[in-house]
């Protein structure tokens, strides 16, 4: 195996030290050696197994030793000072940033979730790349998940579900975040998982022949432009699916773009020029353009999204991005490293704010210390599903699926919120409880003897609400026992 991860690496590291890699092999083997895994496999092939997946995502030696490395401490004899000798303070701490608390006996097993996803924050504060280890590690165990009882693996499937997806999708990595998705539909959800897979293969053939059409005609309006561009295109995933039907209350059959498609180009202005043509020469769906390149998702995605249909209306996503734009989307968090020379050490500032903003929601939701109330938190600002609202004057607010005029309030402003007396929703009044939806002109009301209560933390979602509220009414307790 460590001869199919060394071809793997150096085919983008051709200058790689393969030699410290071989050196955690061999010594992450030895510690593991004898212990076998539920599948009957020895243990060590699947630390071998989450290291490949990482050379998906091009990452650097240090963390591919790590993840050779990420359960010495936890499953065998090995402790952090053996290891610190042997690989250095940079592997070592990726080690232990993913190693969960064994040392202390917590009183719950809330407590215990809580305080190891705490534990993985504060590492992930120092270095983000323990995030993508524990995802790799978490992917291949789903993928060898169904050597375990039935119990086990809905209990497994679930925490994958509500908080690592979430964690892949909220970092950008979209090919992980799909793979965990149906992953834990099929185990969660197994008939409506066969039944959605089944009607997919039923219908699939008309629309392959509608995105043939589509890349030919794309390639030749294209090429005659003199635009550079690429085509590739994918099926949805089954669950995305699933949640569609589910947020739209419609059936399958109701359910129309099973396929996208991407063109990748050069320059922005290329972008729009692309989404002219699309525009002028193919019939679009209503209503299904965005623009996530003027406003990109909170983890920086951006694209240009819109929807064509042939005559028949089989139904194709077009999304349309630079080569920079696609790798930040491929590879999301983790192309941070892609970006960075780790040999000659040089780096790009504009790349390390990327990070920063990428990572500013854990810091936030470190300062949370009730358990329930932070993997509450942490499970909200991990949710994914955006809605965009606007101000009279046309400032784009973004909020999470099922936020409330209050947290728009928040939003807008901490003293707004703070003395929000209600919401006009398109110019009628709404409670301060009213969920948003897209496309609404939303306008805060304020009254100057207004204040927050503990009521309004059981409607608020977002992370900034919260934690503002909460703010308040300390503060507040602390002046009156003064």
């Known amino acids: ?125 120092k270095d983000a790349r323990v995030i993508i280890i524990k995802l790799a590690d978490r992917l291949h165990n789903m993928r060898t998940l169904k050597s375990l009882s039935p119990d086990k693996q809905k209990k497994i499937a679930l925490e994958t579900l509500t908080l690592y997806t979430p964690f892949a999708h909220r970092l950008g990595i979209y090919n992980w975040k799909n793979e965990l998705e149906d992953l834990t539909f099929e185990i969660l959800e197994p008939d409506k998982y066969n039944e959605i897979k089944t009607k997919w293969k039923a219908r699939s053939g008309r629309n392959i022949e509608y995105l043939n ?12 432009a003199n635009i550079p561009f690429r085509l590739s295109s994918r099926p949805k995933n089954l669950y995305g699916i699933y949640r569609k039907m589910q947020r739209q209350q419609k059936p399958f059959s109701a359910i129309q773009d099973l396929f996208g498609m991407r063109i990748i180009t050069d320059t922005q202005e290329h972008c729009y020029q692309i989404l002219s043509i699309v525009q002028t020469d193919f019939k679009i769906v209503e209503n299904s353009f965005t623009d996530y390149i003027i406003l990109p998702k909170a983890n920086l995605y951006q694209s240009l999204h819109i929807t064509v249909a042939s005559e028949s209306d089989v139904v194709v996503e077009i999304q349309i991005r630079t080569e920079e734009m696609h790798k930040k989307a491929e590879y999301g968090i983790a192309a941070h490293w892609r970006y960075k020379d780790q040999f000659n050490k040089t780096t790009d500032n ?27 938190d942490l499970k909200t600002e991990c949710n994914f599903e955006q809605i965009y609202v606007s101000t009279p004057k046309g400032k784009i607010i973004r909020l999470p699926d099922g936020a409330t005029a209050l947290d728009f309030a928040y939003a807008v402003h901490t003293d707004i919120g703070n003395k929000c007396m209600g919401v006009k929703v398109n110019g009628k009044m709404v409670p301060l409880n009213y969920k948003l939806i897209s496309g609404q002109t939303c306008e805060a009301l304020v009254r100057k003897n207004i204040k927050p209560s503990e009521h309004w933390l059981s409607f608020v979602v977002t992370y900034q609400a919260k934690y503002r509220i909460r703010k308040f009414l300390k503060e507040t307790k602390k002046q009156l026992r003064s």
């Open 213 to 224: 059409y589509l890349e030919k005609e794309i390639t030749k309006k294209l090429t005659s």
């Open 350 to 376: 504009s790349k390390d704010i990327d990070l920063e903003k990428h990572l500013e929601f854990i810091k936030h939701i470190l300062e949370t210390k009730d358990s329930e109330e932070f993997l509450s």
């Open 1 to 125: 195996m460590i001869d199919e991860l060394k071809k793997l690496v150096t085919q983008y590291l051709p200058n790689a030290d393969l030699a410290l890699l071989e050196k955690a092999y061999n010594y992450a083997s030895s510690a593991h050696y004898c212990q076998i895994r539920a599948t009957g496999e020895p243990y060590f092939n699947h630390c071998c197994n989450v290291a490949k997946i990482l050379t998906e995502l091009k990452l650097d030696i240090p963390t591919l030793c790590a993840a050779l490395l990420h359960d010495i401490l936890e499953d065998t004899l090995v402790v952090s000072q053996e290891l610190k000798q042997e690989f250095g303070e940079e592997i070592t701490s990726l080690v232990e940033g993913v190693t969960k608390i064994n040392s202390y006996k917590f009183n719950d097993k809330l407590t215990a979730q809580a305080e190891n996803w705490r534990k993985m924050l504060f590492a992930i504060v």
